[in-house]
């Protein structure tokens, strides 16, 4: 698949890491950024430790158009992505006085200097101002400094969204049927191959007993995600097996 824009998305905190919180911020980041053209080629879960926040956001934004980090820009002692993101582009924290300014005004009297921490962005970075939070991420060069709590995250990347650039939007259908990988495995490497830049893929599942497979089609091509989508069901035909097939000609 020709994925001339790509994406790189750092999910960072412990919480994820130990299972004590669910990420939500992968499947809508994957998905809103499908919409428009970019792939989400990458994601990287990793611990609220320095060394290894600098080096995968060095790693990464080397390698992709667009880099992407959840969580850490909160107010306690564990929340070290904005300092770590500042030192891996070589940069200072500094106060970004607007951003102080609007969590004086929202805060009062409780603003303290915990709070304020939250108003810090690397030198040469621009803020990601929303309007259900005062306090701001940060964008510095290709890197989307973004907060993990998803409705705010959502906020984040809906303020960013301008800023990026747009391909054709990734799409797909899919068909299932109650037969297992094994069946049609020679069959879909034949099709993947005579569609080399469209992503086929087979996902396995089991349900009431039964045993069968999804195969998705996604790519940006249209015709050729419903001549995939057709192909595949010639094949299930001539199996005389049991199958669904997405109704969303596209």
Same mark, same amino acid.
């Given at each position: ?6 994406a790189a998305l750092i999910v960072i905190g412990n919480e994820i890491l130990s299972g004590r919180t669910q990420d939500l911020n ?7 950024l499908g919409k428009i053209g970019i792939f989400l080629n990458e994601v990287r879960i990793i611990a609220d430790n320095e060394n ?48 102080? &300014? ?18 810090? +962005? ?9 309007? +259900? ?20 995250? &959502? ?55 039964? +045993? ?22 010639? +094949? ?15």
């Amino acid at each position: 698949m020709n994925r001339n824009l790509s994406a790189a998305l750092i999910v960072i905190g412990n919480e994820i890491l130990s299972g004590r919180t669910q990420d939500l911020n992968i499947k809508f980041l994957g998905g809103e950024l499908g919409k428009i053209g970019i792939f989400l080629n990458e994601v990287r879960i990793i611990a609220d430790n320095e060394n290894k926040i600098i080096k995968t956001v060095q790693e990464l934004k080397d390698r992709h158009n667009y880099v992407f980090t959840t969580g850490g820009i909160g107010p306690t002692h564990d929340d070290i992505t904005s300092l770590s993101v500042a030192k891996a582009f070589g940069a200072e924290l500094e106060l970004h006085e607007p951003s102080a &300014k609007k969590m004086r005004e929202h805060y009062g009297s409780n603003l303290n200097e915990a709070r304020l921490k939250m108003a810090h +962005i690397p030198s040469g970075a621009s803020p990601i101002e929303t309007k +259900i939070t005062s306090a701001p991420g940060f964008k510095i060069e290709n890197v989307f400094v973004l907060a993990g709590v998803p409705m705010i995250a &959502k906020a984040m990347f809906d303020a960013l969204l301008p800023e990026l650039s747009v391909g054709p939007p990734i799409i797909s259908r899919y068909i299932e049927a109650l037969l297992g990988e094994g069946d049609i495995a020679n069959q879909l490497e034949k099709i993947q191959n005579k569609f080399p830049d469209t992503d086929i893929g087979s996902y396995p599942f089991f349900r009431k007993g039964e +045993i069968g497979l999804s195969v998705v089609a996604k790519g940006t091509n249209p015709e050729k995600i419903n001549n995939i989508i057709y192909e595949v069901e010639k +094949i299930i035909k001539s199996k005389n097996r049991k199958y669904k097939i997405d109704d969303d000609v596209i």
